[in-house]
């Protein structure tokens, strides 16, 4: 069951969000998560592409790269992105915002969208208002602060014998995502009414 020693997984959980609604914003940083998808030759020489779940993303590269090892099948080629995330830390979590379709990710939301007295106020203030934006929960030791520039690599044969080279393709648009930053950290050092746990 990847991730769930180090508790990280998508936030669905009654006593996550419990948490989360109760604790203090305290920074917001980038970071970067890693996904993966795999791509086949189907029918008639079509290209499919295959998202593969909640498995298909990590904050740890060589976990990403083990897993894709293992789905190795002749005529696949693989994807490995970085892509640009909001780590939003608090006293007792991180909540980790980003975008997986995105080239230019939180490029719809307005800086002013950005609202909330607590951790899951915050992050929520800005998934509401993006496309498809995925929320994960993790140990606030986990994340780690990046920079620019956030790629995407597509996967090499080495032949059967060696594990899969990897070369950049792309870039991800960060001027967006950036500013959210800003904005976040910003309010981060606005003192915060928060709601009383219930006991």
């Known amino acids: 069951m990847p991730h769930s020693a180090r508790l990280w997984c998508r936030l669905t959980e009654a006593s996550h969000y419990e948490l989360a609604d109760s604790d203090q914003l305290c920074s917001c940083f980038l970071t970067k998560v890693f996904h993966y998808w795999v791509g086949r030759n189907a029918w ?3 290209w499919s592409s295959t998202y593969c779940g909640d498995y298909s993303f990590s904050l740890q590269r060589e976990e990403l790269l083990d897993q894709i090892e293992g789905e ?6 693989f994807t490995l992105a970085e892509l640009p995330a909001l780590a939003l830390l608090g006293k007792h979590l991180a909540l980790i915002l980003f975008q997986h379709h995105a080239q230019s990710p939180f490029q719809e939301v307005p800086t002013s969208a950005v609202a909330g007295a607590s951790l899951l106020g915050v992050a929520e203030s800005i998934r509401k208002r993006a496309d498809r934006a995925l929320l994960f929960v993790a140990s606030p ?10 790629r995407r690599f597509g996967s090499v044969p080495q032949g059967s014998d060696y594990m899969l080279g990897w070369t950049p393709t792309s870039s991800y648009d960060t001027e967006a995502v950036s500013r959210l930053c800003k904005k976040v950290c910003a309010l981060s050092r606005k003192p915060a009414r928060l709601t009383s746990r219930s006991t």
């Open 44 to 46: 008639y020489g079509t």
């Open 141 to 150: 030791e986990l994340p780690k602060a990046t920079e620019p520039p956030y």
């Open 72 to 77: 190795r099948v002749q005529g696949s080629t």
